[in-house]
């Protein structure tokens, strides 16, 4: 069982011995296991206590390489891989809010400032990546520990601010906050904010820049401040775990493992995986695509329900399946329905701590892996299951190449800071105020707020205490938070078909909310009256009020008798190009009055439309018109490039 796989791992983690995560998750049973790591652990040049340890990774076994503190002078430090990802976004978008990961809490019951501030100062001294900043010299970052960086806490009153008005000002205080750029050459990277709402009630905001921090380091930074304010700050009284390695060592032990031979078999194993991988998968989206990406983000977030949430993890046990696997193979397929790609590509995170000694350490040891799944014609839930354990295992076991080698590795270049695998993503983490628990305080989240993206959506699945929360991260250039919301409504109610039908094939899973399913079956109850042609109806008002405004879009506007005219042009053309019953033509047009024209052109000839988005790539757009065998397409001057 995956419980047994958990706890094998943990007693072999003891002996500093490593096995594939497949292994675990593969053995059907605990004797099955025994055999396989038996197979795995004897060799005739490895045999007693005192034979050099090895680990396996892939099939090829390395030296076992120890994670160990190890002394170092005053000085400057190597970035491990993943920070220096970090400082190529710092330095492209310098004191962007896409490298920064916040927190905000409100918390009701007796706060005493100065212990607050003191059980943080002690946290900064047992972490010293909260201690450290960072420079460069010849174009290459480096890292330095300091006792000068202190970490405080600034304050901020909000009890003479009207009721009415406080709730929009500590927002935009907030936001402000999240935003606010970090000097990374003098730190700290670390900012925290009380602010005070009235007696005994305040709103904590904690900031990080990801140089310093993710969102494991969220809980580790959550669990160590509830110990501490517990004890009144006292580091002796609050019994905090012991810290066998800082994040200094870890990122020399990264290096050392990969320059032993980790990085060739992790690089072989990518480039099989993605090479021949399609350019990342196009949503439909509300607005065309800017130029210059701004990052500007928004939220939407629901909770699942708590029999939603019951019936997945009964379905997890039922399977031997994590909650993860299972929302990402619901996410893929959500996307495959939504842009008919069957090569499907979506970006994840893990952790990077697979080692005891990493559990307490703060500092930023994520990696992005890229997650490719294949959703053929006819595939059921159940075969996408299978696939999706072998893809996310192997990637788990081939996790520890920096998601920058990868990309080099395939030779694809990345247009400033984006994917060229993906432009969406699915994080699954554990909720970081679970680990905080002091008396006398309530401690509750503060809402969702927008955020910066670095990607077009990410869909949060946060474990609370209370259940499953998912949210969607998204690019608010692109959606409108109305489409998100119908986007989260839609993936509930696939996970739910999933759920009850796994053996069903996917294409026949539905999407549609209860709202949609009413809004369709009263459009098919309509009268034969009201169920006209809409041009006919069109040609109907023209007849009754020619010179009415029929349709506006931004400054322009014209009446019924000029959109029928218009409309009429565009049908006598389709018509001399043999345009006739069933035949169908696509529409590329922009939105705008040509939109609706070309539309009743269409019709008007007698053929049926076809719309196509002129924001898709054109490989898309050459896809849709060989599938739907659309050989004319009504577009305008602009767009004719656009259409092979």
Known sequence: SLLAAQVVARILDVFHVELPLSVLFESPTLSALAARIGELSTSSDDVGWDAERREYAGGTRIPLIPLRSTSRSEGRIPLSPSQQRLWFLEQVHPGSAINHISMSVRIRGPVNPEVLERSVREIARRHEILRTRFGSERGEGFAEVSSGVIVTIGRQDFQAVDPAAQDIQVQQFLRAERNRPFDVRQGPLCRLTLLTLEQGVHVLAVTFHRLVADGWSLRIFWKELALLWEAGGDVQKALLPTLTVQYADYADWQKTRLDQGLREVHRAYWIRQLSDARPPTELPVDRQRPRVRTFEGGVRSRSLSPELS???????????????????AVFATWLHRYTQESDIVIGSIVAGRRRRELEDMMGYCVNTVALRAELSDGLTGHELLKQIRRIVVQAYDHQELPFEEVIEALSLQRERSLSPLFNVMIVCEDDPLSTFTVRDLEVTHLPWEPTASEFDLVLMVVNKAQGLELAFLHDSTLFDDSTVDRMLGQLEILLEEFLKK??????????????ERRNIHLAWDESSAQASSIHTLIEAQVERTPLARAVTCGDLSINYQELNRRANRVARALRKLGVGADLPVGLCVERSIDALVGLLGILKAGGGYVPLDPSFPGHRLQLMLEDSHVSIVVTQAHLRHHIQ
């Open 310 to 328: 019951a019936s997945l993890d009964h379905f997890c046990q039922r399977q031997n399946l994590t909650t993860f696997m299972v929302l990402y």
């Open 502 to 515: 796994p053996e069903a094939s996917l294409d026949q899973l539905s999407l549609l909310t209860a709202e």
